[in-house]
């Protein structure tokens, strides 16, 4: 059962020429960011390290394919370290020095809002499903067919422009990087 | 005898039975004995807060000063337990609140706590001097302004390693001037401080012993925080950076002779940001240093590490970075000879580079350390045969966690399984009460540990073992277990169920992604009447209720007196019982459940 440090090195090294693509898509993730040319590969696999995510689950896959059980696996869950003491040396090099990214979402019709930590969520899945847990409603997904009722709601954000955006349409990193806000509005507004 | 002696002796001889086990123990002996106990004691431990309810604890305990509660499985710190899991201390705080009791103390471990509960916490108990929050979250810094401000008698605040969000308010600055009491101040957590508030805040406190400061904190403020506390034992610096040569800097200057004056400092941390060339000016404080934590400094590595370890002779407690590498290590070994506890972190736990720390400097530290007895190792290999030497030169371990950073690595030298290795260790250290296991191992491990580790309370494991033989031996064997936390490994529903009895003489069991079935959830649940089981069931799987030959993924389980909880999030299912009674409340189940 031992893992040969060729294959340790393939699956995670930041310097590979391993495609980030399929990095990103072995996560939960399903937006790949489309590589552009190796600088804009590179900041991709930056921002990963940066936020810890699709690398690490990434790198835990090729490691560690789970023969008895077939569930999702959980990102940061190894090595045992703290979140806190993790993410203090993932930032370091960036000086940003965050563990969690709590943001404000709302629900049309509902004054009280709640909060919801989005590193927690390792992708845009995680991320209705998380919502779907707090609100009681059905959110589509991005990508479905628009209906137009006022039975579903679709997710939405505010952007670091002010501007309010649907859910879904950039790379989950770089939505990341904007997200101010959520809001869930009814389908039929939009 | 000692029935002839009024109850004010015994309450006498009771002051000095201080360990929380110990007085569980007093108040088993007869009724009499249990009733002075009861109204006697003041400090009290309860290791779930979910293991019984406030009310109870407030009925048993009326005069109850100090509390600790400890909420989420440890499983928490790695990701394993989802947001909104549980743990809230608010029930608890609100009923201390209505109650008559004094409360002075409160520490909580792994708890969500909210500004409202800090706000009421801070305005009910007059007495209240020491709040201390490990790994907490829920709450924001005007939580600890309503504590900075209505905790007229404060002493000590310790925030370590929460999540706290950081309003744009000056928390700090709600300390009132009257406050002169603080003995233990640490916000190394946060990221913003309002420095002034805070050079007066210490300037006001000469009781002040223990300072550890976030990295908002500069040098400069450092040296004219340290020149109003000269007597500090505990410091833990913020920002240790300095934009120019230290040579030409009066303010560097400045800062070695105010250190000189630091006589008393025995505890060092921080450095959370640093520019080596700095460093000297801690040189004198680290000959007296009994405790270095260096697990946040990434900055500080190579010679100038090595230079500093040089200098801490009288070291008992070091945490490191793993940039300290096997060297480092060496030096460790030939200097700090009085070393009990070393833990080594990874300083790019996600990295594809090597981890700088192997085999080799574990064995140099337990060769030139023999009174190390608590170790936490993140590391890139292991063999048997460090582990086999390491056991014979330190047989007094009474913490052991080494954590190899592939899964299920085996002995790269001989590609063999880790058994044997840690099989010398439990065999050796008698007096083991923590475990944690990694690398490649087989059931065997597991059945050295049922027979050896006979003082073995709390065991983790991971990627281990072989069959249900292998829980099987270390849950018959270990008499002393009280948590047992495993995470994917191939142990089922025949292992799980074979002696459901041993639960109820456990604090918590935790499995995940092992191959235990729903259905085996629900006979364990339906057996046993005090055992609270919890299926966390986030993925959504709507067929998942109906087929008890699914696998759960996540299952905690508890012993309890309260089921079910009330707060239990959707994802959360506690499953159904035959027979509850809880209003049975024995006394010697108190000790169990608080344990």
């Known amino acids: ?190 | 005898m000692m029935n002839y002696f009024p109850d004010e002796v015994l309450e006498h001889v009771f002051d000095f039975v201080t360990s929380h086990r110990d007085r569980n123990a007093v108040s088993l002996v007869c009724k009499l004995w249990y009733r002075v106990e009861r109204f006697s004691r003041q400090r009290v431990f309860i290791g779930n807060c979910y293991a019984i309810s406030p009310e109870r604890l407030i009925a048993r305990f009326p005069g109850v000063k100090a509390l600790t509660l400890k909420g989420k499985p440890h499983f928490a710190d790695f990701n394993l337990v989802p947001q909104d899991w549980g743990g809230y201390v608010q029930p608890w705080i609100e009923a201390l609140a209505r109650s008559r009791i004094g409360l002075e103390e409160l520490r909580l471990k792994r708890m969500v706590v909210s500004d409202e509960s800090l706000d009421v916490l801070s305005r009910s108990f007059t007495n209240f001097k020491s709040l201390v929050l490990v790994s907490c979250e829920g709450f924001t810094t005007d939580g600890l302004a309503a504590i900075a401000a209505n905790c007229w008698f404060l002493r000590e605040l310790d925030l370590q390693e929460n999540e706290i969000e950081e309003k744009k308010n000056d928390w700090l600055g709600c300390f009132p001037d009257s406050c002169t009491s603080l003995v233990s101040l640490n916000f190394a957590c946060l990221k913003e401080v309002n420095l002034a508030a805070l050079e007066r805040l210490v300037a006001r406190n000469p009781n002040l012993k223990s300072l550890k400061l976030n990295g908002a904190v500069t040098l400069e403020a450092l040296q004219r925080i340290l020149m109003r506390a000269p007597q500090l034992v505990d410091l833990g610096t913020g920002s240790f950076v300095l934009d120019r040569d230290p040579n030409d800097s009066e303010t560097y200057k400045k800062l070695r002779a105010t250190i000189l004056q630091c006589r008393s400092i025995r505890n060092l941390s921080g450095f959370l940001k640093v520019t080596p060339r700095c460093l000297p000016a801690i040189y004198p404080i680290c000959l007296n240093l009994t405790y270095l934590n260096l697990s946040y400094a990434a900055g500080i590595h190579g010679s100038e590490l090595i230079k500093l370890i040089r200098l801490c002779g009288k070291l008992q407690r070091l945490w490191i970075l793993d940039c300290i590498e096997d060297k480092g290590l060496e030096v460790v070994a030939s200097t700090c000879k009085d070393l009990q506890e070393l833990r080594v972190f990874p300083s790019d736990p996600f990295g594809a580079g090597h981890t700088a720390v192997t085999e080799t400097g574990l064995v140099a530290i337990s060769s030139g350390c023999p009174k190390l007895n608590s170790l936490l190792y993140l590391c890139q290999q292991m063999t048997n045969a460090a582990l086999i030497a390491v056991a014979k030169n330190c047989p007094n371990f009474i913490r052991f966690r080494l954590c190899i950073r592939d899964p299920a690595k085996p002995d790269p030298v001989t590609m063999q399984p880790l058994d044997e290795g840690f099989g010398a260790i439990v065999q050796s250290s008698k007096r083991l009460r923590r475990l944690s296991l990694s690398g490649l191992l087989t059931d065997r491990v597991l059945l050295y540990i049922g027979k050896y580790a006979e003082q073995l309370e709390m065991l983790s494991i991971a990627f281990a073992g072989e069959s249900d033989k292998g829980m099987l031996y270390v849950l018959n064997g270990c008499k002393k277990l009280r948590k047992l936390e495993i995470r994917d490994s191939p142990f089922g529903d025949m292992a799980l169920l074979r002696d459901v009895g041993k639960y109820e003489t456990m604090r918590s069991l935790w499995m995940s992604s092992c191959d235990v079935t729903l259905g085996g959830c629900k006979t364990l649940a339906k057996k046993m009447p005090r055992l609270n089981v919890e299926i966390i069931n986030e993925n959504d799987q709507i067929k998942f209720a109906h087929e008890d030959s699914q696998k759960v993924e996540k299952m905690y389980l508890y012993r309890t007196l309260v089921w079910p909880r009330d707060d239990a999030p959707e994802f959360v299912w506690t499953l159904e019982k035959l027979l509850f009674t809880p209003g049975v409340l024995l006394e010697d189940q108190w000790s169990s459940l608080t344990n």
């Open chain 1, 1 to 190: 059962m031992g893992i040969t440090s060729e294959q340790h090195s393939s699956a995670s090294s930041i310097d590979s020429s391993s495609d980030p693509c399929a990095a990103a898509a072995t996560s939960s993730s399903s937006f790949c960011p489309p590589i552009q040319g190796n600088n804009s590969a590179r900041i991709d696999l930056s921002t990963d390290l940066r936020l810890g995510l699709s690398i690490s689950s990434s790198y835990y896959n090729d490691l560690f394919p789970t023969p008895t059980t077939t569930t999702r696996v959980q990102p940061l869950s190894w090595p045992p370290i703290r979140s806190i003491l993790r993410s203090a040396h993932l930032d370091k090099a960036l000086d940003h020095k965050q563990s969690s990214l709590f943001i404000k979402i709302y629900m049309e019709g509902i004054p009280i809002g709640r909060k919801l930590n989005l590193f927690a969520q390792d992708g845009y899945d995680s991320l209705i499903t998380t919502i779907a847990h707090m609100f009681p409603t059905t959110i589509l997904c991005p990508g479905a067919d628009r209906v137009h009722s006022d039975k579903y709601h679709v997710l939405t954000y505010e952007d670091k422009e002010g501007d309010w955006m649907m859910v879904g349409d950039v790379p989950w990193e770089m939505f990341l990087n904007n997200v101010k806000r959520l809001k869930i509005t009814r389908a039929d507004r939009c």
